[in-house]
């Protein structure tokens, strides 16, 4: 007996079946006596319909009314699951962004969610409803509709779920929890019971796409516990647990690895403090996200700077690169298109120097050459070359003593 | 130099060119120096596609989720129509039935409008924006979402126009005005320049379906200059005039008809004051509209008694009355499913005695048999058979001189 937040993106009610199966599944939470909201995101497709219409009359549309446009995703979903829940003989009403008064800045299209009431929704648990809210969209002081961007229903559903002071947000989706590494690439790779926060961070920020980092980093501020689970498969999915990791957590809980990066380095540039802002801010101000800085110095008033950058910004960054080289004198500019980062994620990690060796040596052995290292308290990454990287990935998991036992089908 | 409400119903945002060629029609409106608000419905089929949704779900699904899904068709549409204003240049913005507070009552899918707020309108205008307004939605005084039913958009219009004290209320459609008589049945019906508000009901109630009948009784209740006019062709459109009519008005303003009737008539029920009621109450109480009905003594302490349905309405109905002629020992009850009305329509008509006998010869020389008569003082309609439809209106057109004449093509 307590509030229960859920939510379903747009493939668990992709389709009207579907959304007969959240209506379901949330029956039979209502039928445990909780309290339930739940919040939904478009029917999967919906959103990238409505978009390229837009896009057709204008490629650089309004934001305030591409948030008019992509919100009613969201608000088609909520009706149709409160008719599939009123049919299913579960008492239930819908709530728009604005009915429920979730109150975000005006960052049209990436707006963060400044609060939410929570009056009408306890109203309606007075009422005996469950309560079903769009996610995704808000309203900023003047009433504008405003979107909290690309998988934004997350983060509502964590917003609610810490106003409302909920034992649990459920986030449903198409893969049943946390992984120790992606299955598709190690058919022996385990879901996880639990998870740290902090672990969770560096697995999705690492690629891992379970879960929003924005949504994971809101429910860390406020505490609420998050699981994972998938919508089409029973199961008790993972659990982002806040407390203090235990002296018997694993060393290392999971591999995390980005396909898509790409690495550049200016060589021979003046060995000046100032060089590292000269060199990246181009590239900050064309918008593309930068990762993994090396600067190396070369002992002749000279150094080398190394960075990483997501593959599709690849070559708007050697073209930006290129006009700073002729302007700082360096000696030349290098790429790599075909790099991926792999690493390993654990709290019990830092007390355990023995990891990263460990790690230097499985890759070593498999001949597998890093062109990078970076670590923190919780992961070290490497850069390798992207065609190792499902060799290199399996080697590690097993190495890490993460591969699943033999299990008998289910 | 003054404020003008557009409205353009569904076919005319049918597609994303059409909304383009809103956009530029919008536009030379914005150029002549007018403050203009523009009133959008669904584009057309989305209303459709989003019931079929819900019936699935649902046949007989809540009314309040209903207005909640079909309300996005028409938040669709004005964002599109201001994407596509602002790249066409005009300084425009969009705003749903909330945001500018179309108050309504609670009735949900044929909710009436109580009030409309012009502040927000105002203070766009202000700015030197075009308002694009979402039809057919409102929000009742629990901030639920209501909708106006089908058609209802013209309605948001004419209040919108009402309340700005506009200077005329365009209602864009597919036909470029209100002709004598339908078109597709007399190739020589004319467009009328002006139209009388009471000739305009109707033409409206009798299935000449330009405007929807509530939206002419609100511009009539308010004093709003409508005029209708195409999306797809330049013209003048019709004026629907709320002057006396002069002492020159046609007697004849226009032919209209209804094909869509059936007559049943109940024989040898008792004569006494309370069978009227106790015939059509039980067909009120299924939802159905009775019209034209007529009560005949027979002399015998007995009387027939005949009425019209809609053809939809015809089985049913049939099976009501065979109830009600067992309880009231009537003789029989019979019908026939394949019956039109047609009427002519005109202010000129109650200082023209001659006019109904005129009709009546017209139809008498064409061997068309009349089954009932009704009259008020603008109008005269008649039964006949289905078949006789085409027949009689084209004679009734020419008889009255309403045929255009020969022009040369524009």
Chains 1, 2 share one sequence.
């Not at 029956?27 to 029917?43: I, N, P, Y």
């Not at 995704?136 to 961007?149: A, K, M, S, V």
Request: a negative charge; proline letters at 2%.
């Amino acid at each position: 007996m307590g509030v229960i937040v859920q939510k379903y993106g747009g493939t668990s009610v992709g389709t009207l079946e579907r959304i007969e199966a959240v209506a379901e599944r949330v029956k039979k939470t209502r039928a445990q006596g909780h309290d339930v909201v739940v919040v939904v995101s478009a029917m999967s497709g919906e959103t990238n319909r409505l978009i390229a219409m837009a896009k057709d009359l204008d490629a650089d549309a309004s934001r305030r009314e591409m948030d008019v446009l992509v919100s009613t995703g969201e608000q088609v979903t909520i009706a149709l699951l409160t008719i599939a829940l009123l049919k299913a003989g579960v008492d239930a009403v819908s709530m728009t962004g604005d009915q429920m008064r979730m109150k975000t800045d005006s960052s049209h299209s990436k707006a963060r969610i400044l609060d939410v009431e929570t009056d009408n929704i306890q109203n309606h648990f007075k009422a005996g409803k469950v309560v079903v809210v769009a996610g995704f969209q808000g309203r900023d002081e003047n009433n504008n509709i405003t979107t909290l961007g690309r998988g934004g229903s997350d983060t509502s559903a964590v917003a609610v779920a810490a106003a409302l002071k909920a034992d649990e947000c459920q986030i449903y989706t198409d893969v049943d929890g946390v992984y120790t590494t992606d299955p598709r690439v190690v058919p022996q790779a385990r879901r996880l019971e639990t998870i740290t926060f902090e672990e969770m961070l560096e697995m999705a920020s690492l690629g891992a796409k379970v879960l929003q980092i924005r949504s994971v980093e809101f429910a860390g501020k406020y505490n609420v516990p998050l699981r994972v689970l998938s919508s089409f498969k029973e199961g008790e999915g993972t659990l982002i647990s806040y407390e203090e990791a235990s002296m018997e957590s694993p060393v290392v809980s999971g591999i995390a690895f980005n396909r898509d990066e790409a690495r550049l380095t200016i060589s021979g540039v003046p060995d000046i403090p100032s060089i590292a802002a000269q060199i990246l801010s181009p590239i900050g101000e064309a918008g593309i996200d930068v990762d993994m800085i090396v600067q190396n110095t070369l002992g002749d008033g000279k150094a080398d700077f190394t960075f990483t950058v997501h593959r599709d910004d690849y070559r708007r960054a050697t073209e930006l690169l290129n006009q700073v080289a002729q302007e700082v004198g360096a000696r030349e500019v290098q790429g790599n298109e075909f790099i991926a980062k792999v690493s390993i994620v654990g709290v019990g990690m830092w007390n355990h120097p023995g990891v990263a060796k460990t790690m230097f040596e499985v890759l070593g052995s498999e001949n597998i050459n890093m062109h990078q290292i970076s670590t923190s308290e919780i992961k070290v990454s490497v850069l390798i070359d992207e065609k190792y990287l499902e060799l290199g990935v399996r080697a590690l998991h097993t190495a890490f003593g993460l591969d699943a036992e033999p299990q008998e089908e289910k």
